[in-house]
């Protein structure tokens, strides 16, 4: 498996500059579509399992956090605050407790729930710099978050369907696990009281029929959590996806909905995030392609490689008519050295006197095959039913 950092530079999809500083990576033009595809792709998913999406601010003030506990739990790993105009603001180092707010927005009922609220939000960690690495851990983040609020009685069920859609999307991005993690409390102060042992029992239910591990010590502050592993180039394990279960922020934003006895309830609060961080899915997701991405994903879909000047015309025409087909032309040098860079393309195609005649494209695909030579309409029809989203 390669180096993410080594090859993901070299494919021009990310970099750094010390004037911006570690851990704060920057995205290139083939990168960021990388990156956007798979937003999309998130994003329908989440549509489509009932989620509806919202955006909220990186920054929020300190008392904010004060209420949700992360100041008291969490604040070794948050940038310290701001002050200004005589408040302190605070760079988030979560989603959720902006969204227990917009969930407190108005009054709730219980015909409204479970109720599913996803994010992909910018939120900030303090790392240190020696754990700092290429796009696996860097210090801002772009999440793919969620929480669903729900009554008690829906929440294992909304747990397992969290579960079974990081299950569906890791299939469809070509993820495997390293395993499946129960991260639960241990030793020590750093955990709030509260409905432990239910939440366990629930997070260990919707892992029936799956292997994993119990861990100590590695729960939130608020709740235990299920951690999906990954593992990169170099063996080193880390979280990618992950569910919890909170009974603590609901209590102390003071969250409630009106059930059908009429009477006021407390939700329950299910944290969720299908590929984690688009900075560590994307890394994940170079060393697991080796840069050869899957056609919906590829920076670039189709290279034109004119044989002469002559045929630039035609390869600028068909450039035109791509449409939602991402294509490039590569014009410099042999040909045969044009095909061996463009090897991680999902498909190219040489254009030559008899394509340029006939008005045809011949395809070459990834895996060395070439295709009959079709109209030009037809082929891109082709490509562009090949690179459709899952």
């Known amino acids: 498996m390669p180096d993410h950092r080594k090859l993901g530079r070299e ?10 500083g570690a851990g704060l990576p920057y995205w290139l033009p083939d990168g960021a579509i990388v990156r956007h595809c798979l937003e999309e792709y998130v994003r329908d998913l989440e549509r489509r399992a009932g989620y ?11 008392e904010l956090y004060e209420i949700s506990g992360h100041w008291a739990h969490y604040r070794d790993d948050m940038y ?35 109720l599913r609220i996803a994010e992909l939000g910018g939120m900030y960690r303090a790392e240190l710099s020696g754990v700092l690495g290429g796009l696996g851990r860097v210090r801002a983040i772009q999440l793919n978050d969620a929480h669903v609020f ?15 859609l990081i299950r569906q999307a890791h299939d469809a991005l070509g993820i495997k696990a390293a395993r499946y993690r129960l991260s639960l409390p241990g030793p020590g102060g750093k955990y709030v009281p509260g409905n432990w042992d239910e939440a366990v029992a629930i997070l260990r239910s919707a892992l029936d029929g ?7 010590g590695e729960a939130a502050f608020y709740g235990p959590k299920i951690d999906v592993q990954i593992a990169d180039s170099a063996g080193r394990e880390s979280t990618l996806s992950t569910i919890q279960v909170d009974f603590h922020q609901p209590r102390q934003f003071g969250l409630e909905y009106v059930g059908a006895d009429g009477a006021k309830h407390r939700p329950v609060m299910v944290h969720r995030s299908i590929i984690g961080s688009i900075e560590r899915a994307v890394a994940q997701l170079i060393e697991i392609h080796g840069g050869a991405f899957p056609a919906w994903l590829a920076p670039v879909q189709l290279r034109l490689l004119p044989v002469s000047a002559a045929e630039m015309p035609y390869a600028r025409e068909i450039l035109d008519r791509c449409g939602a087909v991402r294509a490039e032309i590569a014009s410099e040098g042999s040909l045969g050295a044009r095909i061996r860079d463009g090897r991680l393309a999902p498909f190219q195609a040489v254009l030559g006197p008899r394509e340029v005649a006939a008005g045809q494209l011949s395809l070459r695909l990834r895996d060395g095959r070439r295709l009959d030579a079709q109209p030009v309409e037809d082929a891109l029809a082709w490509i562009a039913a090949e690179a459709r989203r899952p």
Request: charged share 25%; proline share 10%.
């Open 11 to 20: 494919l021009g999809l990310f970099d750094t500059d010390p004037l911006i």
């Open 80 to 114: 310290p605050p701001m002050d200004v105009g005589g408040e302190q603001l605070v760079l988030r180092p979560s989603l959720c407790p902006h969204h227990a707010l917009i969930y407190r927005s108005r009054g709730r009922s219980h015909r409204e729930l479970p």
């Open 210 to 216: 799956l292997p994993y591990d119990e861990v100590e």
């Open 150 to 164: 729900c009554t008690l009685d829906q929440v294992e069920a909304e747990a397992a369907a969290a579960l079974a």
């Open 52 to 62: 509806r999406h919202v955006h909220s601010p990186v920054l929020a003030k300190r």
